[in-house]
């Protein structure tokens, strides 16, 4: 019997140990990567300590007063997604586009990069940036953490500009294999868990699929009981053409968050709202701010 139990955890092990290296690799050629982000004139870093240790993030910061515009990007982009819309706000108080932690040029010793854990790192950066209000304006996965911050933080937050925010059940259109691992669960959990392994670490040093795992293993049903609390006047913003994020979601977050307003996109923005209707997202952030800018004085 001993024997027999033996071989069957030597079986266990090894097909294990299997299906742990075919994953490996499956997420080093698969996955997403970073890459050379250019360089933009008025950017600099900001060091932060946070609680995992010491971060840098890069950022570019103009104007002044409050509230402050702070932008974030979606999934493995960068502050440079913002360059259509940052010439429009020149005139709409100071405004921050940053790379979110794990992005872009920002490093730091992040293990996980779930909404609610981005969403602290960005108040932790308004805080030394010495911002006490502000209106915060994402796409995609940074509309994802720009509604987590309003609801989490209404303190701090006074309106935000939501263009497809992924964060929704059902919220990113991908295939039944993808969504067994990018959605919460075991298999999420053991590929995160190779993700940060040494060995991961040391094949595919420029993978970034640990961020995409972790992030939207935070997205669903928990995302979606957060946003709802959301009181501050809302924006969402959302195009016909989307082949990421489907449309029809635009309806049902509209409903979700008490108040907001939803405006339709032009139908050639695709997934891809600031960099493809710049003018809107431009009357919108600068719309919101000069509706809340008197109630911060």
């Not at 709202?273 to 701010?289: A, K, R, S």
Request: glycine letters at 12%; aromatic letters at 8%.
């Amino acid at each position: 019997m001993l024997k027999m139990l033996g071989v069957f955890i030597s079986v266990l092990a090894s097909v294990g140990i299997l299906f742990g290296g075919i994953l490996i690799w499956g997420m080093g050629k698969y996955g997403p990567y970073e890459y050379t982000v250019p360089p933009v004139p008025g950017e600099q870093t900001v060091e932060l300590e946070v609680s995992e240790g010491h971060a840098r993030l890069r950022l570019e910061a103009r104007g002044s007063g409050e509230p402050a515009v702070l932008l974030l990007h979606g999934f493995n982009g960068s502050l440079n997604n913002w360059d259509r819309v940052w010439p429009g706000l020149v005139d709409c108080g100071q405004h921050i586009r940053v790379d979110l932690p794990g992005f872009g040029e920002s490093v730091g010793p992040w293990r996980d990069y779930t909404v609610p854990a981005q969403s602290e790192r960005m108040i932790a950066l308004l805080d030394e940036l010495a911002v006490g209000r502000a209106i915060v304006v994402g796409t995609s996965m940074g509309g994802s953490i720009a509604a987590w911050m309003s609801a989490a933080y209404p303190d701090r937050v006074v309106g935000a500009v939501l263009m497809a925010p992924s964060g929704m059940r059902g919220g990113l259109k991908m295939s039944s294999v993808a969504e067994m691992f990018f959605h919460r669960g075991g298999l999420n959990s053991i590929a995160a868990a190779l993700a940060r392994s040494p060995i991961y670490k040391k094949l595919y040093p420029d993978s970034r699929v640990l961020q995409a795992l972790t992030v939207t293993a935070s997205y669903g049903e928990r995302w979606e009981a957060m946003v709802s609390k959301i009181r501050q006047p809302v924006t969402i913003l959302w195009s016909e053409s989307d082949a990421t994020v489907p449309f029809e979601n635009m309806e049902k977050l509209g409903k979700a968050i008490s108040g907001a307003r939803t405006i339709a996109a032009s139908p050639e923005a695709g997934h891809n709202i600031p960099g493809n209707d710049p003018d809107l997202v431009v009357q919108e952030i600068c719309g919101l701010y000069e509706q809340t800018r008197e109630s911060v004085r």
